[in-house]
């Protein structure tokens, strides 16, 4: 019985398995539609990415939204309306069918 040490990898991507993530795709978006260049593939990179996403949260969701192409029948008028934890309000205004955001994918 062999035993896991806490900070041992476990497992390494492939170069083709990180070419095909939706990571590094989100990324190429990012790069070409915002001019952000971030990079998954190495600590420093991957730091810089978390640190976009928890300082500017209404840019890093936004892009999220965007990225992800949702449809809202009423579009949001603002990201974060309130950042109070807890309570925070997201998405102010918006309304939006989940049912449709996952069927409009399928044929």
């Known amino acids: 019985m062999s035993t896991i040490q806490e900070g041992a990898l476990l497992w390494t991507p492939s170069a083709d398995f990180i070419a095909r993530s939706r990571l590094t795709h ?17 600590p420093e990179g991957y730091a810089r990415l978390w640190e976009w996403s928890t300082t500017e949260l209404e840019a890093f969701w936004t892009s999220v ?19 109070t934890m807890p309570g925070a309000q997201w ?8 049912v449709d955001q996952v069927m409009r994918h399928v044929e």
């Not at 989100?26 to 190495?42: K, N």
């Not at 998405?91 to 989940?98: D, E, H, I, P, Q």
């Open 65 to 83: 939204w965007d990225y992800l192409d949702l449809r809202a029948s009423t579009p949001f008028t603002q990201m974060l309306g309130d950042r």
């Open 26 to 42: 989100y990324l190429d978006w990012l790069a070409r539609e915002r001019g952000l260049r971030f990079s998954a593939t190495t």
């Open 91 to 98: 998405l102010v205004g918006a309304k939006l069918n989940y």
